[in-house]
DNA sequence: ATAGTCACCTGAGCGC
DNA sequence: TGCGCTCAGGTGACTA
């Protein structure tokens, strides 16, 4: 389900309900997620410092270590009161001296929840990521610069986490839209200003989607339980052979690196 | 090193 | 109503 925005719209959500708070327990329902959950003692009796966010990970900083948690395909937090009905899918569940729980509910079990006694970006699984795409070291050069002489198809590249974290499926197509840039040229084809128009796209699309409390296409909710609005904005993503906003004419699908692609043939030439 | 494919899993939607 | 098929917001591991 999620990519940055949302994840993001998540860690917005839950922050000011679990920032301080202490873990009584935490309640592995299921441990068959991406990743077997394996959690140690240590980790009930520790309080909630702060939840940031790397790429699409949430990442609970507490006392003596970090819980990493990926949401997956179809994962959410939300924070509901303690003995509130389990649902099918609440996989892990924590529960907090504030009388309340957090629980990851994740139909797909594609998400996962690790614990990390380092510093966090020192996981393996945060250790080789690109960079953040709201940073100051992401912009056009940057990209020019790790595309090299590669020859992949931009819309692969962009989504490619070394290069750059928190591009999904979405919102490449929705950023590669707004750029004029057709999804399918391959990275050493593309001059400087397409990088740039690039590299704006894709920070105003995410910028724009966070705004609005990410994107909902089936179960995507926010933790208060109300959806995303961004999906009214989409341009493209999912809008095959329905009419371009800007130019009217039919829009292209296609399936690139396994994933369905949407574009305008007109608008988006490089 | 890079590009492309596969796998993991459940549920929704569609045609028959 | 049911069956079988396809597709879905991610990403590590594998193959050439």
Not at 112 to 126: D, I, K, Q, R
Not at 144 to 170: E, L
Not at 233 to 250: D, F, I, K, W
């Amino acid at each position: 389900m999620p990519e940055l925005p949302e994840v993001e719209t998540t860690r917005r959500g839950i922050a000011p309900l679990v920032e301080g708070v202490r873990i009584e327990e935490i309640i592995v329902r299921n441990p068959n997620l991406r990743w077997p959950v394996e959690l140690p003692a240590e980790v009930a009796g520790q309080t909630i410092e702060r939840i940031s966010r790397r790429a699409k990970y949430l990442i609970f900083e507490l006392q003596h270590g970090s819980l990493i948690v990926h949401l997956g395909m179809s994962g959410n937090l939300r924070v509901v009161a303690a003995g509130a009905a389990y649902r099918k899918h609440d996989h892990v569940a924590w529960r907090l001296a504030s009388g309340s729980e957090l629980r990851l509910h994740d139909p797909r079990r594609f998400g996962s929840v690790h614990w990390h006694a380092g510093e966090p970006l020192s996981h393996w699984l945060l250790a080789d990521l690109g960079v953040e795409p709201l940073g100051n070291e992401f912009n056009g050069a940057y990209l020019r610069a790790q595309a090299g002489k590669r020859r992949a198809p931009v819309k692969n590249f962009i989504m490619d986490a070394r290069v750059v974290v928190g591009v999904g499926n979405i919102y490449a197509n929705e950023a590669l839209f707004l750029a004029g840039i057709r999804p399918s040229v391959r990275v050493n084809r593309l001059s400087r200003a397409a990088w740039e128009r690039l590299a704006q796209a894709v920070r105003e699309v995410l910028l724009e989607a966070i705004r609005l409390g990410g994107t909902t296409l089936r179960d995507f909710v926010k933790q208060d339980g109300n959806p995303g609005y961004f999906q009214q904005s989409l341009n493209v993503y999912g809008r095959q052979g329905e009419p371009c906003r800007r130019c009217a004419t039919l829009l292209t699908g296609c399936r690139i690196g396994q994933r369905a692609t949407t574009y305008c043939r007109s608008c988006q030439q490089n």
